[in-house]
Structures are given as structure tokens and as C-alpha cells.
């Protein structure tokens, strides 16, 4: 059982501890503060990597919410066309694919969030250690220049103990960074793995283009029950015609003459899929 | 006196203030040796807030250890846990 201290005194003594482990093993403390500047310098440029794998990490992330949210968008809008059309069943395929794409939106735009609180609180973590590190300098030169071995150490000390705190916070908030990276960077390869299979794509790119393509032609924006039969009649008048061979140029207008004169029967066949 | 908040900076905190810390940190310290992340939670939000409420940011030049130093406010348990003997700390 610990004593009761609180938590603050005890994680400042860890601090502590450390930065006075590394005092101990100096000799002559001044020039021990060149090879601590040193260290000092690779640390900033670690937070500054880490400051670049953050974003990287977080406009990659932006690029599949963008990508989600278009297929998001153009689902609904298929399901609006199938609806219009009298189509329930493909609208109803629509949504439901919508609905799968919205969770995965909601999901990554939660850690996307997180992922840019993470790179402005290692950005400004950068900014603090670049700030000690600046005044540890200034400081080591006047301490070298002006005191003997002896006066130097205590004001090293202090100096020296309290960039090693920063230090030690800025390891930890690299640490942490590079942590929420790699999760991000799993997440969003399994999201590019989503999208490959297709589970998330709209009807158009998605193994569901045939029926796209009957949606298009039987012009899903005017569903109109009279335009409808009127294409379905040109849609049986295209078949016998393509069986016969007829030019591959022939235009609209010539196939919309012959289509009053098209047997009954075959317009409804015509309509469904193959 | 000078206060870290990890993952924030340091701030500078009226002596006045150290007595409502104390108590506000007895309550984290118990709920960790308590293991008992319901109360934990809360603990440690108020901490972290009272001390940013009183505190001002300290000057970025500033050599200065700190007096305290408390947790990040999101924290886990555990994290908190390797905080109070070296593991949370980067060897080095």
C-alpha cells in the first residue's frame, strides 16, 4: 500500500527521478549540456515526423470520407430515380447500401476527428519543445561562459530538469501519436478493402450496373406511367429490330415510326430484365 | 507554483490553489487505488479543469520543472497506473 501522496506528486517524482539519474552520471555537468542540446534537437525532429505522419494519416482519411460520402450521395439519389420510376426494389437496394456506406462514414469521421485534435496537440507540443530547446541554448552558453564546474551545477540543474520534463512529455505525445496512426492506418486499409469488394459502392460502379443500366434506359428522372409504356414499346420495338439486323445507324426518330405498329404482347416482356 | 498538464504545457497556478488540488487529487488517487473507473473518470476531469480554470499558461521559455504534474484529462486508468512508476515514462 502507497502512501497517501496523491497522483500529481507521484508522477512529478517519477519525472524528477529521471532527470536526476541522468545529472548523476555527469562528470562536469558543461559538457554534458552539449550532448543534451544534441538530444535534445533529435527529439524535435522526431515530434516534427510525427507532426507529418499525423496528417498524412488524416488526409488520407479525408480522401475516403470524400469518397464515401459521394457514394452516399449518388445511392440516394439512385434510390429517388428508382422510386420515381416504381421501382421500390431497387430503391430499397439503394438504401440499404446507403445505409452501410453512412455507418462507415459516421465511424471515420469520429476518428477523424480524434486523429486532428491529436496532430494540433503535437503540433503545439513541437512548438513547446522548440521554444525550451531555444532557451536551453541560450542558457548552456551563458553557464559554459561565465561559472566554474562547481557554481554550474545548480544551474544546470534546474535547467536540465526541467527540459527533461518537457521531454518527457513530448515522448509520450509522439508515442501516442504514432499509436493512433497505425490504428488509423488499419482502419482505413480495411475501408480501401471495403471499397474494392464492392460492398460499398453505389449501383452504378457496383455489380448492380445492369441494373442501373435498365434504370437509365427506362429513363428513371421522368417516371411517368405513360412515358414508361411508351418506352417499353420502344424497347420491344429495339429488340426484333437488332434480330434482324437492322443498321446500327438508324435513328431514333425512324424507330419511333414503326412503334405504333408493334405487336401487344410484347412491350410488358420487354420491360423486365433478361 | 508551476502545474503540467501532459500532453498540454505548464501553467502557472497561484499558491492559493494547491489546497483544492490536494483534495481534488486524493479523490483520483483513491478511485485508482480503488480500481474504480466510474468514479476515475469524473476525478480526473475536475482536476484537470480546476487546474486550467485557475491556471494561466506559462511562458514557453520557461525552464522551470514543474511543481505537479497531473495526467492528460483522457487518460486511461492504466495509463495513469504507468505514470506512477517509470513505465509511462520513454527511457532515454
Redesign the interface.
Known amino acids: 500500500m ?1 502512501a ?9 517524482m ?6 536526476n539519474k541522468a545529472l548523476d552520471r555527469m562528470e562536469d555537468p558543461r559538457e554534458t549540456l552539449d550532448y543534451s542540446y544534441q ?1 535534445q534537437l533529435e527529439l524535435l525532429q522526431k515530434v516534427r515526423r510525427g507532426v507529418a505522419d499525423v496528417a498524412t494519416s488524416r488526409k488520407r482519411v479525408e480522401l475516403q470520407l470524400n469518397q464515401l460520402q459521394q457514394n452516399a450521395d449518388k445511392l440516394d439519389r439512385q434510390a429517388r430515380d428508382s422510386l420515381a420510376a416504381g421501382r421500390e426494389d431497387l430503391a430499397r437496394e439503394a438504401l440499404t447500401r446507403k445505409a452501410g456506406v453512412q455507418t462507415q462514414l459516421d465511424d471515420l469521421q469520429g476518428q477523424y476527428a480524434s486523429l486532428q485534435s491529436e496532430e494540433e ?1 503535437l503540433t ?2 513541437s ?2 519543445l522548440q ?2 530547446v ?3 541554448r541560450t ?1 548552456k552558453e551563458t553557464i559554459k561562459a561565465t561559472y566554474t564546474a562547481a557554481e554550474a551545477q545548480t544551474r544546470i540543474n ?2 536540465f ?5 518537457e521531454m ?2 513530448v ?6 501519436a504514432e499509436d493512433k496512426t497505425a490504428q488509423m492506418k488499419a482502419r482505413a486499409g480495411a475501408i480501401d478493402e471495403l471499397m474494392a469488394s464492392g460492398a460499398l459502392d453505389d449501383m452504378v460502379s457496383g455489380p448492380h450496373d445492369d441494373i442501373q443500366a435498365e434504370l437509365d434506359r427506362m429513363g428513371a428522372s421522368h417516371g411517368v406511367d405513360r412515358e414508361l409504356e411508351q418506352m417499353k414499346a420502344e424497347i420491344a420495338q429495339s429488340a426484333p429490330r437488332q434480330i434482324e439486323g437492322a443498321q446500327p445507324g438508324t435513328s431514333d426518330g425512324a424507330a419511333a415510326q414503326p412503334a405504333s405498329t408493334a405487336p401487344a404482347p410484347d412491350p410488358a416482356q420487354a420491360g423486365e430484365p433478361e | 507554483m508551476i502545474v503540467r498538464i501532459l500532453g498540454e504545457g505548464q501553467l502557472e497556478l497561484p499558491e492559493s490553489a494547491a489546497e483544492e488540488l490536494n483534495k481534488l487529487d486524493a479523490a483520483l488517487e483513491s478511485a485508482v487505488e480503488r480500481n474504480d473507473e466510474a468514479a476515475f473518470r469524473p476525478a480526473l476531469a475536475e482536476l484537470v479543469a480546476k487546474v486550467r480554470q485557475v491556471g494561466s499558461p506559462a511562458e514557453a521559455d520557461d525552464l522551470r520543472p514543474s511543481e505537479l504534474i497531473i495526467p492528460r484529462q483522457d487518460a486511461s486508468m492504466d495509463e495513469v497506473r504507468k505514470l506512477l512508476t517509470d513505465e509511462g515514462l520513454i527511457p532515454g
Open positions: 502507497v497517501p501522496m496523491g497522483v500529481m506528486k507521484r508522477v512529478t517519477v519525472f524528477r527521478a529521471k532527470a538530444t496537440k503545439q507540443a512548438q513547446r521554444s525550451k531555444d532557451a536551453f542558457r534546474e535547467a530538469t526541467g527540459i527533461s520534463e518527457g512529455d515522448g509520450m505525445a509522439i508515442q501516442r
